[in-house]
């Protein structure tokens, strides 16, 4: 490069020093000269542009080399079976569970309250890339169905509500009450136990009455009476939620809350807390029976290991659990059913609010043993479909997640497995059987 770049100067340097002779400059060569120097950079331009045209050719040989080396490339396998599945999307005014779309894996799908799932609960990522059964929607759930208005009231269908257009001399959101125009819904009238005379004095020649707290005057000014204010009514009519949690009582010129049997009161007044019978020894379960305490109440259990079949047994190692006596070496069936049987009791407050994960399900190998490397879940018994989902949370645990809201009083059961494989060979199997108890009370 840089050789070529000294050629270059000299030739310009030789044109501009023959082109000032030729203007008539003094000490230039004779004209022999000056042709001997043309002919000279003439060859010498022959000689470059020989050079470059052998140095095009070589580069065009090379790059035809190349393009040939990379068309015998060994191309990617195009019918190579896919390892996953297309993305998939909640359902309109539903919830979809699961994440993974590989080989194998499962997705949930459960729809909003006021509307019903059409389609499969469950879609699983199939071999060939494609998800198994139709797609999942969710559709409206007609609100006035139930014909919820009472009193020739006619019903409004709404999204995921309705509204009742009552008939002359009836309301109330269904109807329910008939219309009045005196005396006002939260005074008690007629019962002399709610009414005070009031306290009256003359000022100014004029007389002035008034009542008690929680009294309001009632009648005419010759005749007039203090009748209770009944606050629970007057809290439920102003739309402010709820003065008790469970119960208000009104009482002459004041009002308590109460709560349920089994409940007790909380000191700020208006909450309720459940008496927990089995810690207060509150319970009448008889020996060889585990009191399990729920809301509003308890139970007396004692769970029992499946039944003795062919050579398959078991036998109890703890009050809630049950494990399975050796195998005989042969016996395929045997080794295929539940190593361990667990039991458990859940209790919840009705409707509680969902997604709500419930239960978690684990392994733990033994000391110097190697645990299993691959781990599966799911739902295998119980009178709870569609209510519950099972999904992994992690590589080793599995998580069951309530998926519907429970109005209680309920007892629901769900059967969850947990199948160990090592290097894709099925090692052993677990059970646990979910007892869920929904109390009649959301709190």
């Known amino acids: 490069m840089a050789l070529s770049v000294l050629r270059s100067s000299l030739l310009l340097l030789c044109l501009t020093t023959i082109h000032t002779c030729l203007g008539g400059g003094q000490n230039c060569m004779d004209k022999h000269q000056v042709v001997g120097v043309l002919r000279q950079m003439e060859k010498f331009l022959k000689g470059q542009?020989?050079?470059?045209?052998?140095?095009?050719?070589?580069?065009?040989?090379?790059?035809?080399?190349?393009?040939?080396?990379?068309?015998?490339?060994?191309?990617?396998?195009?019918?190579?079976?896919?390892?996953?599945?297309?993305?998939?999307?909640?359902?309109?005014?539903g919830r979809k569970f699961g994440s993974k779309y590989f080989i194998g894996h499962e997705v949930h799908f459960t729809c909003s309250h006021g509307y019903h799932l059409v389609g499969p609960e469950t879609r699983v990522c199939q071999e060939n890339g494609s998800w198994s059964g139709l797609n999942t929607i969710c559709k409206d759930v007609s609100e006035c169905s139930s014909n919820p208005c009472?009193?020739?009231?006619?019903?409004?269908?709404?999204?995921?509500?309705?509204?009742?257009?009552?008939?002359?001399?009836?309301?109330?959101?269904?109807?329910?009450?008939?219309?009045q125009t005196a005396p006002p819904e939260w005074s008690v009238m007629n019962d002399p136990a709610f009414s005070r005379r009031p306290r009256c004095a003359k000022v100014d020649r004029a007389q002035?009455?008034?009542?008690?707290?929680?009294?309001?005057?009632?009648?005419?000014?010759?005749?007039?009476?203090?009748?209770?204010?009944?606050?629970?009514?007057?809290?439920?009519?102003?739309?402010?939620?709820?003065?008790?949690?469970?119960?208000?009582?009104?009482?002459?010129?004041?009002?308590?809350?109460?709560?349920?049997?089994?409940?007790?009161?909380?000191?700020?007044?208006?909450?309720?807390?459940?008496?927990?019978?089995?810690?207060?020894?509150?319970?009448?379960?008889?020996?060889?029976?585990?009191c399990i305490n729920t809301g509003g109440g308890f139970q007396c259990v004692s769970p029992e290991c499946p039944r003795s079949h062919s050579n398959i047994s078991y036998v109890k190692t703890s009050p809630f659990q049950c494990e399975r006596n050796p195998c005989p070496m042969e016996s395929r069936s045997c080794h295929l059913a539940p190593k361990t049987v667990s039991f458990h009791y859940l209790s919840l407050p009705s409707n509680l609010q969902t997604p709500a994960t419930l239960f978690r399900m684990a392994t733990a190998a033994a000391p110097g043993r190697p645990g299993p490397d691959s781990l599966r879940f799911g739902i295998v018994g119980g009178n709870s479909r569609g209510m519950f989902v099972m999904q992994r949370s992690d590589r080793q645990t599995g998580e069951l997640i309530l998926v519907q809201r429970l109005r209680g009083p309920q007892d629901i059961s769900v059967d969850v497995d947990m199948s160990e494989y090592s290097d894709r060979t099925f090692q052993a199997k677990h059970v646990a059987k979910v007892h869920v108890l929904v109390s009649a009370y959301n709190f």
Not at 68 to 93: G, R, T
């Open 49 to 93: 542009e020989m050079r470059f045209t052998e140095g095009l050719r070589i580069m065009k040989s090379k790059l035809a080399t190349l393009q040939n080396s990379v068309s015998k490339l060994p191309q990617a396998d195009q019918s190579a079976a896919p390892s996953v599945c297309p993305s998939l999307e909640a359902p309109v005014h």
């Open 150 to 179: 009472q009193n020739g009231g006619t019903c409004v269908d709404g999204v995921n509500q309705y509204r009742c257009t009552c008939s002359q001399s009836w309301n109330g959101s269904n109807c329910q009450h008939q219309t």
């Open 208 to 290: 002035h009455c008034s009542c008690d707290a929680g009294f309001h005057m009632s009648g005419t000014s010759d005749n007039s009476i203090c009748q209770d204010v009944n606050e629970c009514e007057v809290y439920r009519l102003d739309q402010g939620g709820k003065l008790c949690v469970y119960e208000c009582v009104n009482v002459p010129g004041s009002y308590h809350c109460s709560c349920p049997s089994h409940y007790k009161l909380l000191p700020d007044g208006r909450s309720c807390e459940d008496v927990d019978e089995c810690l207060t020894q509150q319970h009448n379960c008889s020996r060889g029976k585990t």
